[in-house]
């Protein structure tokens, strides 16, 4: 890493070169994201402005742990959400813990400590995961021997929405399910991944084809759990879920319940996950065990020693090391978020740099997670480097991928209980084989995470012991 100035006087951070004089850099970054995050620190060091041609902005990548730290933790109140950014948010998922800012986000955050924190609550959600991935395993068993592969990101996405709404809402109907996925799929394409990557689009209001689905849509996700809100709040014996305590939790000040509208705004937070973030590391977990002889080989042998022919459950997961070790790795090749953005209210210094009021500081995760200062290999698919032994020994902004600070991704323990059961249930039972062919693409092309261009076609097999069953091929190593 390239070295800051010494000295205690102020000094402006190094600008980009070679950028269009109009879009500044903007239109390399509407590009390949990931490539210039991790190019971008090797050529200009820990900290660099972005040009962004016309637009009035000063936007400043940060790739160094001192300086992320000072933005997300040392000096964390001066710097907050744009609201731009949280005005795109809210239209698709509400205000809720994750799109707000300052005294409403504190008040969330303390509201919903709870539910984060009640042990039978989550062992509730752990049995929503059980149950739902042993009915995937039935439906992926379903399609073993077919002549044409199973795309499985598909029944991934599927899998981990029921997941969520089924541990939230335990008495929700399949057909308020699929209501709301199909709705989400609308809202979050169109809000998310076509609108900001686009620079010429009709605002909501003008009733455009797509914008009259994607406003049709958000009505129809906020009736349906409107819907089944009313139902809870009249039902005396409802099942103790996340959803129950929701509706019982209250602002300490003025002893104020979650409105109906709140609460829609949080089971959306918790959608957003469910059909981004989630499905893309599962995904990306399977095509690497597949393409990866050794890992899986591994994976089995642990899974054969601690499960055996029993169901993975909560109790499990301390002992499934080398399955976490796993989705680390594949969460620091494909970081579920690239990058973080804030905004500083007031002039501040970063390490020896002046940073203007109204800048935005970008947190460059996918840069950390690929920057040879901190990682022996950056490229190289390597899960034991998360082994405890390897990974204390580093900067807790060297790895981030559910953030760093006050604002860090709350449900962090569910989510990774989350994947590890559901890679633990999958690859107890099932062996997946990519066909012959062109390996996919990952990218962030049709997403806010890696998807697979065209989905992930795979041959299903069940696993038996732990070789597998005549005729299913050996995977082969690709190179990334």
Known sequence: MSPAPSGSRRIAPPRTRRANPLFGDMLRFAGDLPALAQEF??????????RTGVAPLRVYLLTDPEYIEHVLLTNHRNYVKDRLQIGLLQKGVGANIFTTNGDEWLR????????????????GYAQAVTDETAVSVSRLIATEGNSEPTDLEEEIRLLTCRVVLRSMIRDISDASIEKIRSGFDQIFDHLFVVRP??????????????????????????????????????????PHDFLGLMLSVADKKNDATLTNEEIVAEVSNFMFNALEPIPSVLTLVFHLLA??????????????EVLGDHTATID???????????????????SPALMLMRVAKSRDKIGPYQIPA?????????????????????????????SNDRFTQRSQSAYMPFGVGARACSGEAMV???????????????????????????????SLAYRPEGGLPMNVHRRVGDRPRDGL??????KR
């Open 358 to 386: 109204k800048a935005r500081a970008v947190i460059n995760i996918c840069g950390m997670h690929y920057h040879p200062d901190y990682w022996d290999n950056p490229r190289q698919f390597d899960p034991d480097r998360f």
């Open 41 to 50: 620190p090797l050529e200009y060091g820990p900290i660099v402005q972005i």
């Open 416 to 446: 990774m209980a989350q994947m590890q059961l559901i890679v633990a249930t999958l690859a107890n039972q099932l062996q997946f084989r990519p066909p012959p062919g062109p390996q996919p693409v990952f990218s962030h092309v049709r």
């Open 316 to 334: 499990d997961l301390d002992n499934l090391d080398f399955t976490k070790r796993l989705i680390r790795e594949t969460m620091r090749l494909y």
């Open 197 to 238: 990557k686009r620079l010429f689009l009709p605002p909501l209001c003008i009733p455009s084809p797509n914008n009259r689905r994607t406003k049709t849509a958000l009505a129809t996700v906020a009736e349906t759990l409107d819907e089944v809100i009313q139902a809870r709040r009249s039902n005396s014996n409802a």
């Open 108 to 123: 969330l955050r303390q509201i919903m400590r709870p539910v984060f924190d009640r042990r039978e609550i989550n062992q």
């Open 291 to 304: 393409t990866h002889p050794d890992a899986e080989q591994r994976l089995h042998a642990e899974l054969d």
């Open 473 to 478: 091929a050996q995977p082969t190593g690709t």
